[in-house]
């Protein structure tokens, strides 16, 4: 089980999970072994715990999903879990069809609805070596926080340079980025994730897409981390790691972003 750590002085809390330490990291595997091990494809499924939740078809725990839910194996928090977002190995949201990612967002809406009586719900997905991901097959993940742990996590930024924008929401690079080329897309209405009807999840999938597949275009080795901020006033924050924190960040919390948010943006919006 996860131990919370509190620190009597700040407030601020950790989270030892030393399961962690036992992750496979396929970054440092060759290549020809990465499809052949890797837990998240087809006819692995008896490597994974088994699954909490499949959208497709076949039996439970046998090939015929189109995306799998199954319990995080090294667990940060007791409740914690991995949405393998499609079979294939290898193809990122862009490269998926926007049903497919129409299908993921709905799995997100799913897990948050079945958590959301049990703690503060997260979801997050990291993707290439930079981002924290130990397996390459694209996934995201879920996690539970006790209510009684307050999340240093930012507050909706204030909307500015636009990126583009449809009924429901607004792609921005906000004044406030902490990571180059940083992007926010926000609900135009306030709700809890797990509302989302699925007219706004269909106009959502394909903003999803285009800001990773604009990021993939300027960065073409792209490792990037996303969330979704849990709670009413719910944003999705998209963090390119294109640079690394180094000494005067770690010593002084502060943010050096080295792309003018402004700039970002005009770039975003080319077609």
């Given at each position: 089980m996860a131990r919370y750590v509190p620190d009597i002085h700040t407030h601020r809390w950790i989270v030892l999970a030393p399961v962690r330490s036992q992750r496979p990291d396929e970054e440092k595997e060759e290549p020809v072994a990465k499809k052949t091990v890797c837990p998240f494809c087809y006819g692995h499924e008896d490597m994974?715990?088994?699954?909490?939740?499949?959208?497709?078809?076949?039996?439970?725990?046998?090939?015929?999903?189109?995306?799998?839910?199954?319990?995080?194996?090294?667990?940060?928090?007791d409740v914690h879990e991995v949405i393998i977002h499609s079979p294939d190995h290898t193809k990122d949201l862009p490269d998926l069809s926007t049903q497919q990612v129409e299908l993921i967002l709905k799995v997100?809406?799913?897990?948050?609805?079945?958590?959301?009586?049990?703690?503060?719900?997260?979801?997050?997905?990291?993707?290439?070596?930079?981002s924290g991901a130990s397996l390459i097959h694209p996934h995201s993940q879920l996690v539970v926080i006790p209510r009684q742990i307050k999340l240093d996590t930012l507050s909706r930024e204030p909307v500015r340079n636009v990126?583009?924008?449809?009924?429901?929401?607004?792609?921005?690079?906000?004044?406030?980025?902490?990571?180059?080329?940083?992007?926010?897309?926000?609900?135009?209405?306030?709700?809890?994730?797990?509302?989302?009807?699925?007219?706004?999840?269909?106009?959502?999938?394909?903003?999803l897409q285009g800001v990773i597949k604009k990021l993939h275009e300027k960065f073409p080795d792209l490792a990037y981390n996303y969330y979704i901020h849990p709670g009413s006033e719910w944003y999705l924050r998209v963090m390119p790691r294109t640079v690394i924190?180094?000494?005067?960040?770690?010593?002084?919390?502060?943010?050096v972003n080295i792309a003018d948010p402004t700039e970002a943006a005009t770039f975003l919006r080319q077609k």
């Open positions: 994974t715990p088994p699954e909490s939740l499949r959208w497709g078809d076949g039996e439970p725990n046998k090939p015929g999903w189109l995306v799998r839910v199954v319990p995080n194996k090294f667990a940060i928090t997100y809406r799913e897990r948050y609805k079945h958590y959301a009586q049990e703690g503060q719900v997260l979801l997050f997905c990291n993707y290439g070596k930079e990126v583009e924008e449809n009924t429901h929401f607004t792609v921005y690079c906000p004044d406030f980025s902490q990571w180059p080329y940083e992007v926010w897309i926000t609900p135009k209405k306030d709700y809890v994730f797990d509302q989302i009807t699925d007219e706004q999840l269909y106009d959502l999938a394909p903003i924190r180094a000494g005067f960040e770690l010593g002084t919390g502060l943010a």
